[in-house]
């Protein structure tokens, strides 16, 4: 029973890695690749067809609503950078490097 614990926080590791540095595509693929690992996981662990399905989708719920934190909690982030590069720029400390 440790098997879907293991692949549910994966998947929001996963998902939230992704989600903060890499673009829809590298979601795309990761997606799949947790989605095989599941099911490769899920039958070394026996389970049935039915139980192994919900568990692989509530995996991907999980990565995708996990890369979506990610990519909020990155936007912020990069915003306020920007805002402070154009900041000092405006001052004249971009020669300051």
């Not at 890369?67 to 001052?91: L, N, T, W, Y």
């Amino acid at each position: 029973m440790s098997a879907p614990v293991i692949l549910l926080v994966l998947s929001a590791a996963t998902g939230l890695a992704v989600g903060t540095s890499f673009s829809w595509f590298a979601i795309l693929i990761s997606s799949f690749a947790l989605a095989g690992l599941s099911a490769a996981a899920l039958h070394i662990a026996a389970f049935d067809a039915l139980p192994g399905i919900a568990i692989i989708a509530t995996c991907l719920t999980v990565h995708q609503v996990a890369c979506v934190m990610g990519v909020v909690v990155a936007r912020p982030a990069s915003e306020e950078a920007k805002k402070s590069r154009q900041a000092a720029e405006a001052k004249g400390w971009h020669h300051l490097k």
